[in-house]
């Protein structure tokens, strides 16, 4: 295999990662509105830390690890995976509906970093137009992940570690 094809290779399997982090993250959204608008903001939070934390963070770990540049792309998948695996924790584990909310935060701030550094960084000239769509994507994720977090200390405000 020489390394163009080696280069290709890579390039389908992180554009095939992307693809499936993307639409867990917006079936989660659908879901997550869904229950919303049928049951409640807690079950809301149930959705969207199953699918748009936990599955599409663990593919955007999995994409960000296969990365075959140095240690450094790779050391930030830590962030994802870590949230990912948390959220699996929480949600497996029944853990009081705090620790979910502490996780959308954590996730809503790890968003909203990416997209300010995204859409007003230093890197911004250099970027093409799939880089200011990533990054208009995480603004919108941060958006939602706020909203619902905010619906469910309004909600559950009492019992949020009970």
Same mark, same amino acid.
């Given at each position: 295999m020489?390394?163009?094809d080696?280069?290709? #290779?890579f390039?389908i399997?992180?554009t095939?990662?992307?693809?499936?982090?993307? @639409?867990? *993250?917006?079936l989660?959204? =659908?879901l997550?509105?869904? &229950?919303? %608008? +049928?049951? $409640? @903001?807690?079950? %809301?939070m149930?959705?969207?830390?199953v699918?748009s934390?936990g599955?599409a963070g663990a593919?955007e770990?999995l994409?960000?690890?296969s990365?075959?540049?140095g #240690?450094?792309?790779?050391?930030?998948? *830590?962030i994802? %995976? #870590?949230?990912?695996?948390?959220?699996?924790?929480t949600?497996? #584990?029944?853990?009081p509906i705090?620790?979910?909310l *502490?996780?959308?935060a954590?996730?809503a701030? %790890?968003?909203g970093?990416i997209?300010v550094r995204?859409l007003?960084g +230093?890197?911004?000239q $250099?970027?093409d137009? +799939?880089? &200011?769509?990533?990054?208009? *994507?995480?603004s919108a &994720?941060t =958006?939602?992940?706020?909203?619902?977090?905010a619906l469910v200390? @309004?909600?559950?405000h009492s019992v949020l570690?009970v």
């Open positions: 020489t390394a163009t080696q280069r290709r #290779s390039s399997v992180r095939a990662l992307l693809v499936l982090a993307i @639409a867990f *993250l917006l989660g959204d =659908i997550a509105f869904n &229950q919303l %608008a +049928t049951q $409640s @903001a807690v079950d %809301a149930t959705q969207s830390l699918f934390i599955v593919f770990a994409r960000r690890l990365v075959p540049k #240690s450094g792309p790779r050391m930030l998948a *830590l994802p %995976a #870590s949230l990912s695996f948390a959220a699996f924790v949600w497996r #584990s029944q853990l705090g620790w979910s *502490l996780i959308t954590a996730a701030c %790890a968003l970093t997209a995204t007003w +230093t890197q911004r $250099s970027q137009d +799939t880089g &200011q769509i990533k990054g208009l *994507l995480c &994720q =958006i939602v992940f706020v909203y619902l977090a200390v @309004a909600d559950a570690f």
